[in-house]
């Protein structure tokens, strides 16, 4: 069964998500002669004229209710279509898991995109926050849309990052012209302390950051709060402290954790809430397929359970 890829463009009515998927159909790099289904899960003012797409052809399906988004239906929709791939339009008042836990398997997200408008989005924040983050959270690019130059930028900036530290941020104003945000955001710990403490929450930033760039941490120090994993993909004298990490929806979580050396690393027990102290250094480990950080345990101590027990990468 070939592998569809899927192009997710999010956000919430008048964003200018219609015109975005209009202006990348009709890319002559883009529309190169594919079959293409294009799934509207919401009808907004600007209409689709697919006479101006160039190459493959479009079929159009309209998803009127959430309910709709099954596996057998959108099987069924892609193959009626031929589609060699499929670009959805999604509502903005769904949740993203209602579309990615029920996607056919062969289907695989290849692009995620939110448009916002700019001179709404903080009101949608204020009001609507589990929404935007829904959205925001596991998009690879924002694109604020009629960002004139009364826009406070910072501020778009700012909330995009209370949701996600990953994604790309761009600024289109009404006349056309882009920018992109070149913002570095400082993380929430300091890498430079004698101990790094790790926050709860931020421990899949942490993880994400110290897998890739195990050099920043080498010789450090660092403590954080962790389940203990039992793993024989690990030495002996060894144990994985780790946490369940989602990425994007419910059905991507999975438990990620780093090679810890510790004389006690056999007493303790899976799931077990730990507090670990320990200095970083870099080793060649088999469960890293190569070189990566590797935690030499200074004390490791009983705690209780983080109040968020799955953690993001943002």
């Known amino acids: 069964m070939k592998t569809i890829p899927v192009y997710l463009f999010t956000g919430f009515l008048e964003s200018g ?76 008042m769904w949740m993203l898991s209602d579309l990615l836990s029920n996607m056919p398997k062969n289907w695989q997200l290849y692009q995620n995109i939110m448009l916002a408008d700019a001179t709404t989005f903080p009101q949608y924040s204020l009001n609507m926050r589990s929404l935007v983050i829904d959205k925001a959270g596991p998009a690879e690019m924002i694109i604020f849309n009629r960002c004139a130059d009364d826009v406070d930028r910072m501020e778009l900036h700012r909330l ?38 790790i926050a709860d929450d931020d421990f899949g930033l942490w993880y994400t950051d110290i897998t890739d760039n195990p050099q920043d941490y080498t010789g450090k ?15 002996k004298g060894c144990f994985a402290p780790g946490r369940f990490l989602m990425t994007c929806c419910v059905e991507d979580i999975t ?55 799955v953690v993001t990468p943002y």
């Open 17 to 92: 998500k219609t015109t975005f998927i209009q202006e990348t159909l009709e890319d002559p790099r883009f529309s190169a002669d594919e079959k293409t289904l294009l799934l509207l899960c919401e009808e907004g003012e600007v209409e689709f004229d697919l006479s101006k797409v160039p190459g493959g052809t479009v079929t159009v399906e309209t998803i009127e209710s959430k309910d709709e988004l099954t596996q057998e239906y959108l099987r069924n929709l892609a193959a009626k279509s031929h589609a060699d791939r499929v670009l959805v339009e999604y509502n903005g």
């Open 160 to 197: 995009v990052r209370e949701a996600s530290r990953r994604a790309e941020i761009s600024y289109k104003a009404p006349d056309g012209t882009v920018d992109y945000d070149e913002l570095e955001d400082p993380l929430p710990f300091d890498k430079e302390a004698e101990l790094i403490k």
């Open 221 to 235: 120090r660092v403590q954080f709060k962790a389940q203990a994993c039992q793993t024989p993909r690990v030495p």
């Open 255 to 309: 438990f990620v954790g780093l090679v810890c050396k510790s004389e006690t690393a056999a007493s303790w027990h899976n799931r077990e809430w730990i507090t670990v102290t320990a200095r970083v250094k870099q080793e060649y480990q088999a469960i890293y397929n190569g070189k990566g950080p590797v935690l030499v345990a200074e004390s490791i101590t009983p705690s209780e359970k983080a109040k968020n027990e």
